[in-house]
């Protein structure tokens, strides 16, 4: 596991904030936060701190590994499907 990417954590909240249509500063109001700093960490220049990210997270309604690892999450949820490989059987 690597280390938290700070540019991508912001994209995913950037992102998220969008579908919800909540505005920067409406965002920023709601988690105690200037719009300067959202704007920062929306651009990967500051990390949100954990109280915040936990804030996002119920806003959002999802889970932290979503924000926290948005690529990881995708390809964890695919590998529960389990993959079987055929194997021909002669007699």
Known sequence: MEGLDPLKIGEAIKIKRIQKRI????????????????????????MLSLKALLLVREIFG???????????????????????RLVRWDD
């Open 62 to 84: 999802c889970t932290l590994d979503e924000l926290v690892y948005p690529d990881g999450y995708l390809d964890e949820r695919k590998d529960k499907h389990k993959r079987y």
């Open 23 to 46: 505005t920067q500063s409406d965002l920023a109001r709601q988690l105690g936060l200037s719009q300067t700093h959202l704007s920062n960490a929306e651009n990967g220049r500051v």
